[in-house]
């Protein structure tokens, strides 16, 4: 029995290991997520920034033409659907992240219970040897007494 919990225990080790790399590839995709998250809506924010900069900017023209005119507005037409395009990828970008989120915090609670698993056998472990260390004991003591009695 001790051991083939000394190999439970080894295989259990080897599982720990595997499961410690899937949480760390899980991290390493929510960091990624998060950092296009980030970097999106960043974007959207300068998009944002350049079509009010426009909109003051024509707002302000004193002298302007009906073609400076035309040309802000087109500009603005051009940054307005280019934020839309960045707004579907951030909620595809959102969307990606709260998945990455959840394989993370699911090889996160795979990891530790495999861990206390693995605890909980080793107790074991270390109790059978307790328990094989002290009949050990409980012989020698035994067989001392029955050869000192004999003796006697």
Known sequence: MKDGLKASLKRLERLVQIRQTYVSV??????NAEREVRRLEADQNKV?????DTQAGIAYLQTA???DLHTGENFIAALQIHRKEIQ???EKAESNLEQRRGEWTEAMREQKVIEQLQERRLHQYEREDDVETQKSQDDNTIARYVRTRLKD
């Open 65 to 67: 033409s009906g073609h």
């Open 88 to 90: 579907q990828s951030l």
């Open 48 to 52: 944002t920034g350049k079509i009010q």
């Open 26 to 31: 899980a991290e390493v995709g929510v960091k």
